[in-house]
């Protein structure tokens, strides 16, 4: 009884209202942030501090694919967490030995793996590693590509806004359209180290490859001995309907870089080196936290769950559906509605962000893809009774 009244009382201060005001006044100010206090989270649902339910479609910007605190993951973390939590890899781990065994075992290729803390760190190590095994410095990323915010990631990004502020950046990286063979064939040269792009463009867009662009990047690549980069950060973990977004192709990449989903929410990051590059050379990289007990144990919960639950096929399905009844509203507001999986995106004939609030107002929380694209990404495990209302709210708003 004595606790009642604090817990209570503790729900009361912590209103909607007085969580932002705290936070704007101490936040960095970096991110344009919604009037929207998050406290908790169940499958795809998010709750706000004033008890409000809200549809999530933004499912943590891509780390959520497996719904917020899946049961397997949260007592992994529980059973960990009294075990071990830091570990750096000058010592071997129960953890990481089981995971990287396990990891291996679900990717396309065989491959030895780097395991770190976020997509940035996962691109920038394999820009780094790219240039290790080439000896060479270039780099071709594609235009409206992203691929994080550190110095060497952000080069390779695409929209100038995030770029222009921190020039000049690492040198030697030029970006080719997205989709065109002829334009990467011409760019590609014997000094080139490396293609990186994603699968499917997220930020730039919701922008599927072409059918037949990452085979013909795969022979223009092995023409002039350049490595391949599948940036799957968002693509990966069942989010396009497969397990990586390459197994929609029979592309094998040179390197696949992942984070977001990989953990089940942890923060978490992995370079995916093919076994024929070997082993890299001692010392050359690393990172503290990288591969720690936690989140190895969280991983491992969280791939069991993919393959268990058959998300990625979930995705597919649930993917089409969505698609499908999207299209067919053939609302005269939007201008396409294309994707992959349950990575959807409308593009708008007008501004996101007033269709983002709108769609607030129905209780349903979605992303911007740029100016004009509204991004669905929502979890996995999403119902299908909430992608209708899904549905419905989008037909409301847009129509
Ligand atoms: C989010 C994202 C990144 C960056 O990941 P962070 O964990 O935010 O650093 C890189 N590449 C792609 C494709 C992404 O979607």
Known sequence: MRFLPIYAGLLMVHSSTTLIATEQQFTSGLYPKRALAIVRGEGARLYDADGQVY?????????ANLGHCHPAVVAAIQDQAALLLSCPEIFHNDQRAAYLSELAAALPMPARIFLCNSGAEAVEAGLKFARLLTGRTKIIATMRGFHGRTMGALSATWEIKYREPFMPLIPE???VPFGDVEALAAAMDTETAALLLEPVQGEGGVRPAP???????RRICDAHGA???ADEVQTGFGRTGKLF?????????DLL????????GLPMGAVVIHERHGALPAGAHGTTFGGGPLVCAAARAALRVYQQEDLPRQAAEKGSWLLERLQALRLPAVREVRGLGLLVGLELKGRVQPILQALLERRIVALPAG????????PLVISYDDLDEVV????AVLG
């Open 245 to 253: 977004g390459v197994e929609h192709s029979a592309v094998i990449p």
């Open 211 to 217: 059918a037949g662009y990452l085979e013909a990047a």
């Open 257 to 264: 870089l992942m984070a977001k989903s990989i953990a089940g």
């Open 392 to 395: 419905s709210a989008v037909a």
């Open 173 to 175: 990286v030029s970006h």
């Open 227 to 229: 490595l391949l980069l």
């Open 55 to 63: 549809i999530d479609c933004v499912g943590g910007q891509g780390a």
């Open 371 to 378: 100016p004009n694209v509204l991004r669905l990404l929502p």
